[in-house]
């Protein structure tokens, strides 16, 4: 059994930073990618980011430039360090693990941003 757990959201002002941080736990055979998502109040779940366990990546049009994803395949973990933030950033973020016979996703991290 696999459990995707997601940490490092909080509250920050417009122009701030924060890093999310990923991990699968449980019985990984082989990582094939891992990726963020997040879900704003009354809007669909949409794509942030995501890398597969060779470094490959790919970013939303409205984070590039301002967020990276990065893959320690080691810890099963990545990471979305998050820079000029502003409140459209607010939603709940969700991490995907895809893996031999897995594709699991984590409860969420809140991020608010204020202006």
């Known amino acids: 059994q696999v459990r995707v757990v997601e940490s490092g959201g909080g509250l920050v002002q417009a122009g701030g930073s924060l ?5 699968a736990f449980g019985m990984i ?5 891992m990726g963020w998502y997040r879900q704003a109040p009354r809007k ?15 970013y939303a049009d409205s984070v590039k430039g301002r967020f990276t994803i990065s893959i320690d395949n080691a810890k099963n973990t990545a990471y979305l360090e998050m820079n000029r933030l502003n409140p459209e950033d ?16 984590g409860q969420g991290t809140q991020v608010t941003v204020s202006s």
């Open 90 to 105: 607010t939603a709940v973020y969700y991490c995907n693990v895809v893996a031999t016979r897995t594709d699991k996703w």
């Open 19 to 23: 890093r999310l941080t990923c991990t």
């Open 29 to 33: 055979f082989r990582l094939d990618a």
């Open 44 to 58: 669909e779940r949409e794509l942030v980011a995501t890398i597969t366990s060779g470094g490959s990546t790919a």
